[in-house]
């Protein structure tokens, strides 16, 4: 145990009180008995010393992780039952409406992970120490008294041991309560049991939510998408267009959605550039030409030498007489398409490709 041993302790009725509850007359009139073992144990109080338990005879065969588990098991039981609310928040990754028809689904894109919070006292009002549901024992069982059919959960009490792999996949809604001290027992009493993340693993009030639903679909969620458009005029442009019309088909010359979410305009229009060459007809474009600065800002080299403009437009190579194409970028370019492209497809007659 990290904190001092011990806090708590059961009065002659079998009540848990604190040490912070005792008084001096308390010392000489009650006795108190170890949550643990049932030895006696006597209260510690006093302006010199932390104030705590203590049994009355030297116990070193007292467990304190029998202790810890069995004061958890009566607190939040406790508090379950004096308390008007007990809020759980847990996660949940919620899945576009269309994800099971939509030809661009992508889970990390088109979900979100969002934060469930409920009453459980709204749903259950029995809550019961070491029930056995469906071949399994329960630390603590909640049920509702009237709605027999409603399913139960589960509130485990991780001290030492966790759940066996075997209950935590039976579908059994479990909420998994990690104690390491008296403090972690005393956080769960004052505050919200609510889902952790892993990487806050050791912290007070580290919770592990099993078997609750975690994918609901909602709307759609509307995602932008890198969309290329190469005009019948020779004029193109980049922009992110929203999920729903980015596959309507506008009468452009070319069209190529870029599925990903690592792409700026730049990249889409020198990735859609080379793939309206390669599909349509070749054309000219700034950026492939051996004056074209890559380097931002994005000018042209002869400029000055030449009185051209220095912020080009992509198109101005249709009739530039310097445009000299520059092999080299586009050997890049070609091989970096290579590389992150994983598919590529066709929706309502607009090309798309799926970016890695």
């Known amino acids: 145990m990290n ?10 009725q079998g009540d848990i009180v604190s040490i912070h509850e005792v008084t001096n007359k308390d010392k000489s009139t009650h006795t108190y008995y170890c949550i643990s073992c049932g030895k006696i ?15 009355k005879c030297n116990n070193t065969e007292c467990n304190g992780e ?8 009566h607190k939040i039981k406790e508090k379950f039952e004096q308390c008007e609310s007990f809020i759980i928040r847990y996660y949940c990754y919620d899945k576009c409406i269309n994800h099971n028809t939509c030809p661009i689904y992508v889970d990390y894109r088109c979900t979100a992970r969002n934060q ?35 399913e139960p959960i589960f509130i485990e009490i991780h001290v030492k041991h966790k759940s066996t792999a075997e209950k935590k996949s039976s579908g059994h809604r479990i909420i998994e309560l990690t104690v390491k001290s008296e403090s972690d027992i005393e956080f769960f009493v004052n505050n919200a049991v609510e889902e952790s993340l892993f990487a806050d693993e050791g912290k007070a009030g580290f919770t592990q939510f099993y078997g609750f639903k975690s994918d609901l679909s909602k709307d759609c969620f509307q995602c932008n998408i890198p969309k290329f458009f190469l005009y019948k005029s020779g004029k193109i442009y980049a922009e992110y267009i ?38 349509v007809a070749p054309q000219k474009f700034c950026q492939f030409c051996k004056y074209h600065s890559n380097e931002y800002p ?20 249709t009739n530039c007489n310097y445009y000299r194409k520059d092999n080299e970028e586009l050997g890049r ?6 590389q992150y492209s994983s598919h590529s497809g066709e929706i309502n007659g607009i090309k798309y490709m799926i970016l890695t």
């Open 41 to 55: 144990l006597i209260p510690r109080i006093g302006s010199k010393r932390t104030p705590h338990f203590a049994h």
């Open 3 to 12: 904190d001092i041993k011990y806090k708590y302790a059961l009065n002659e």
């Open 333 to 338: 370019i070609e091989s970096s398409i290579k």
């Open 116 to 150: 469930r919070e409920f009453n459980l006292k709204e749903y259950y009002n029995t809550c019961k120490e070491e029930v056995k549901y469906d071949g399994y024992i329960a630390d603590l069982l909640l049920t509702h008294s009237k709605k027999t059919d409603r």
């Open 242 to 279: 929203n999920c729903n019309v980015a596959f309507n088909k506008k009468h452009k010359n070319f069209e190529i959605c870029f599925l990903t979410d690592y792409i700026n305009r730049q990249d889409i229009i020198r990735y859609g550039g080379i793939l309206a060459i390669k599909n």
């Open 66 to 73: 029998t202790y810890l588990h069995k004061l958890a098991k």
């Open 298 to 317: 994005h000018i042209c080299r002869l400029y000055k030498k030449f009185n051209l403009k220095q912020y080009p437009n992509p198109m101005d190579a």
